[in-house]
C-alpha cells in the first residue's frame, strides 16, 4: 500500500494546481490515480471525491465514486455526502437517486450529513415531495437538517411552508427548554438564519421580516455580516428602502456585498442620488473593492437619472479595470448610454464585446427601440437571430416596443405571433401592452379592444391607459368610457384618466361631460402630479416646474424665453392650445404654456452650455403636443440638438425635425 504521506500530497497541492489548470481528462485523471492514489483504499477515493466537488468539477466526482464502486470497493459514511453535492450540482435527479439507493443498502440514509444532502439535493432537482419525506423520516435532526428542509422551501420559492417549519423548529425548542437547543444541543446557527430571512423577502406580508429580525438581535446574530446582507435585502423587496439603509448604516462590518446590495436597492428603486453617493462612500473606505457586480449597479443608476457625465466616468473605471469583456458589465453599459440618450455610443460598446448573450442583443433592441430608431431594432433583432442567440420573453417585448414606436403594424402582428409559434414564448401581459399601444397609436381601435378583450392573461392598468390614449387621439367617445370605468376600478387614484376622458368629451364638445369629470377629480381629492424636467449641467442636476420661480436663473430664463417666442412667432409657431383644460380662458391657456418645465428646462440648457452642444432634458411626463412642436423649431433657430427623454421615448430634434417623425 502507497504511504499515507503521498496521498496527504496528493490531496492538498498537486492536485489542486492539477484543476485549478483544468486538465479534467479521462486520461490525465488515470495518470495522477496511478501515481499518487492507493486505488485499493476507500479513505484516498474520498479525498479525491471531496476535492473534485470542492473545486467545481462535479461531473468527475461522480465519475470518480463510479469508478471506486467498479473496484467492489464498499463505501463509508464518508464517500456519499459530497457525491450527493455533485448530483446537486448538476441538477442531476437520476445520478442523485441512484446515490441514494447506494447510501441505503450501505446502511446510511439514515445518517445526517448523508440524509442533509439528499435533502438539499432533492429540493435543488426540484422533488420537494421526496425531500420533506427524507427530512420526516430522520429520527433525531440536527440544525444542517432543518437549514437544508427550510433553504429547499425557499430554493423552490414556498417562503409560506419554509416559514412554517421554522415555527415547528422554534417550538420544538422552546419544548426542550429554550436558549436555542432541540434535539438534544442543536443551536440555530447564521446560516439557518439566512435562510429564514431569505422566505421573508418572498412574502408580501408587511411585518414578517421585521418579526424574524427581533430574533435575530435576541440571539446575537445582528453582528454576523451574511445576515445584515440578507436583512437589508429582505426590507428593500418589501418596499421598505429606509430601513434598508437603517440596517446597512448599522452593520459592524461590512463587506463587498453589502455595498453592492445598497446601490443596487437605490439604483432598482430610482434612487440613482443615493445610488451614487453610496458608491461614492464605498469608493472611500478602505477594504472596500468594487467588482463588476458594483459597477453594473451604479451604471442602472446612472440610465435611471440620466446622469451621462458619471456614466462615462463609470465606464472609464470599467476599462481601467479590464472589466471591458464583463457580459454583465458590458451590457449595463449598452443599456445607459441607451438611456442616456447616446444610442450610437451604445453601438459602439455593443460592436466591441467579443461575448454576447441575449440581454446584451435585447438591449441594443430596446435601445433603438426607445429612440424610434424601430428599422435599426428589427435589424439588431435579425442579426441576433442570424448568431443563433435564440430570443426571450424580454426580447419579444422590446422588439413589439419598437413597432410600437415607429407605428410598424404589420411587423408588430408578425412578431407577436411568431413568437409562440416559432420560438414557443406565451404572451404576457406586456406583449399585449405593446400591441394594444400599436393598434391603438395607429388607428385601429377595434382590432386593439379586440385583441384586449381576447388576452389569455388579466389585461391591466397599463394596458387600458394605452386604450384610452389611443381614444384621446383619434376621438373615440364610446371606447374612451369603456377604458375609463375599467381605469376606474383598477386604478381610482390615478387623476390621468380623468383628464383623459375629461379632454376626449371636450373635443366632442361634451361640455357638461368634460366638466363633470374635472368636478368628480376634485370630489374625490384628486390631484395631478406636477410636470418637471431636469438638466444635468457639469455633474448638478437642475430641476425645474411648470413655472418655476425658485431656480437662482429664472428672471433671466423667462426674458430668453420671451426672445425665443418673438423669433418663433416670426417662423409661424402659433401655440396648441389642446394640452390645456378646457374651462381655461385663451389668454390663460398660451400663458401656461409659456411656462411648461421643458421649455424653461430647454431654456436653461441653451443660455449655459457652449454654442453647437447638445441639449439633454429628462421630463417625467409624456411631453405635450405644444412643447414638442416648440422644441423642434428652437433646435433649428438656435441650431443645437435637442434630445428630450419623456415618459415613453426619447425625441431627438434637429434642425426643425424629431426623431419621432411626430408619432408618439
Same mark, same amino acid.
Given at each position: 500500500m502507497k504511504s499515507s504521506s503521498r496521498i496527504s500530497v496528493f490531496v492538498k497541492i498537486p492536485y489542486k494546481i492539477y484543476w485549478k489548470r483544468r486538465y479534467s481528462t479521462k486520461t490525465n485523471l488515470t495518470t495522477w490515480f496511478n501515481k499518487y492514489v492507493d486505488k485499493n483504499d476507500v479513505f484516498s477515493w474520498n479525498s479525491v471525491i471531496a476535492e473534485?466537488?470542492?473545486? !467545481?468539477? #462535479?461531473l468527475e466526482a461522480l465519475r470518480a465514486f463510479s469508478s471506486m464502486r467498479k473496484l467492489s470497493l464498499q463505501p463509508n459514511r464518508s464517500s456519499f455526502p459530497c457525491t450527493i453535492k455533485s448530483c446537486s450540482a448538476l441538477l442531476d435527479l437520476q445520478s442523485g437517486k441512484q446515490t441514494h439507493q447506494q447510501a441505503f443498502v450501505f446502511g446510511y440514509e439514515s445518517d445526517l450529513f448523508v440524509s442533509s444532502a439528499l435533502i438539499d439535493m432533492y429540493s435543488k432537482c426540484g422533488q420537494l415531495r421526496d425531500a420533506r419525506i427524507l427530512f420526516d423520516e430522520i429520527p433525531q435532526r440536527n440544525i444542517v437538517s432543518w437549514t437544508s428542509m427550510i433553504t429547499g422551501y425557499v430554493q423552490n420559492h414556498n417562503a409560506h411552508e419554509a416559514l412554517s417549519l421554522f415555527k415547528q423548529f422554534l417550538i420544538k425548542e422552546s419544548e426542550n427548554g429554550g436558549g436555542g437547543a432541540t434535539d438534544g444541543e442543536i443551536f440555530i446557527d447564521s446560516v439557518a438564519m439566512v435562510s429564514v430571512i431569505s422566505a421573508c #423577502?418572498?412574502?408580501p406580508a408587511k411585518g414578517v421580516t421585521q418579526g424574524v429580525h427581533g430574533l435575530v438581535i435576541k440571539?446575537?446574530?445582528?453582528?454576523?455580516? #451574511?445576515?445584515g446582507n440578507t436583512l437589508l435585502d429582505a426590507y428593500a423587496k418589501s418596499g421598505e428602502v429606509c430601513v434598508s439603509? /437603517?440596517?446597512?448604516?448599522?452593520m459592524a462590518e461590512r463587506d463587498d456585498v453589502s455595498w453592492n446590495s445598497m446601490i443596487a436597492v437605490y439604483a432598482q428603486n430610482g434612487l440613482s442620488a443615493e445610488a451614487l453617493e453610496v458608491f461614492y462612500g464605498m469608493a472611500r473606505e478602505s477594504g472596500a473593492r468594487f467588482n463588476a457586480v458594483t459597477l453594473s449597479a451604479v451604471l442602472l443608476a446612472c440610465a435611471h437619472s440620466g446622469a451621462l457625465r458619471a456614466g462615462k466616468c463609470i465606464h472609464d473605471q470599467v476599462i481601467r479595470m479590464g472589466l471591458e469583456d464583463s457580459v454583465?458589465? !458590458?451590457?449595463?453599459?449598452?443599456?445607459?448610454y441607451c438611456k442616456c440618450g447616446k444610442v450610437e455610443l451604445a453601438r459602439k460598446a455593443f460592436d466591441c464585446m467579443k461575448e454576447k448573450n441575449v440581454r446584451t442583443w435585447t438591449a441594443m433592441v430596446a435601445g433603438y427601440g426607445m429612440h424610434g430608431r424601430a428599422r435599426e431594432a428589427l435589424k439588431v433583432f435579425y442579426e441576433m437571430l442570424w448568431a443563433g442567440v435564440r430570443p426571450n420573453y424580454i426580447t419579444f417585448v422590446s422588439v413589439l416596443a419598437a413597432c410600437s414606436h415607429a407605428g410598424l403594424v404589420q411587423e408588430?402582428?408578425?412578431w407577436f405571433n411568431a413568437m409562440k409559434n416559432e420560438f414557443n414564448v406565451e404572451p404576457g401581459v406586456e406583449h399585449y401592452g405593446c400591441m394594444v399601444d400599436l393598434l391603438?397609436? +395607429?388607428? =385601429?381601435?377595434?382590432? +386593439? =379592444?379586440?385583441?384586449? /378583450?381576447?388576452? /389569455?392573461v388579466?389585461?391591466?392598468?397599463?394596458?387600458?391607459?394605452s386604450l384610452l390614449g389611443a381614444c384621446r387621439i383619434h376621438h373615440s367617445v364610446e371606447l374612451g368610457e369603456i377604458a375609463a370605468r375599467k381605469l376606474f376600478e383598477l386604478d381610482p387614484n390615478n387623476c390621468g384618466y380623468y383628464v383623459l376622458l375629461s379632454n376626449i368629451y371636450a373635443d366632442a364638445g361634451r361640455w357638461k361631460d368634460a366638466e363633470s369629470m374635472r368636478i368628480l377629480m376634485k370630489d374625490r381629492g384628486l390631484v395631478k402630479p406636477p410636470g418637471f424636467s431636469l438638466v444635468d449641467l457639469k455633474g448638478k442636476v437642475h430641476v425645474f416646474l411648470v413655472g418655476d420661480e425658485d431656480h437662482p436663473q429664472h428672471e433671466s430664463i423667462y426674458e430668453y424665453l420671451e426672445e425665443i417666442n418673438v423669433k418663433l412667432q416670426e417662423v409661424g409657431y402659433i401655440p396648441n392650445r389642446t394640452s390645456v383644460p378646457h374651462d381655461v380662458d385663451e389668454e390663460e391657456k398660451e400663458m401656461s404654456l409659456r411656462v411648461h418645465s421643458e421649455k424653461l428646462a430647454v431654456a436653461f440648457g441653451i443660455m449655459n452650455t457652449v454654442p453647437g452642444s447638445t441639449i439633454q432634458v429628462i421630463k417625467n411626463l409624456r411631453v405635450c403636443g405644444d412643447c414638442h412642436v416648440f422644441i423642434k423649431l428652437v433646435s433649428k433657430i438656435v441650431e443645437r440638438e435637442i434630445v428630450v427623454r419623456d415618459a415613453k421615448r426619447f425625441h431627438h430634434f434637429r434642425d426643425g425635425f424629431c426623431s419621432c417623425g411626430d408619432y408618439w
Open positions: 473534485l466537488a470542492r473545486s !467545481g468539477d #462535479s #423577502s418572498r412574502l440571539r446575537g446574530f445582528d453582528i454576523d455580516v #451574511s445576515i439603509r /437603517k440596517v446597512f448604516d448599522e454583465i458589465v !458590458g451590457t449595463s453599459i449598452i443599456d445607459m408588430g402582428w408578425h391603438g397609436r +395607429a388607428g =385601429y381601435l377595434d382590432d +386593439a =379592444y379586440n385583441l384586449l /378583450k381576447g388576452m /389569455k388579466k389585461p391591466d392598468f397599463v394596458i387600458w391607459g
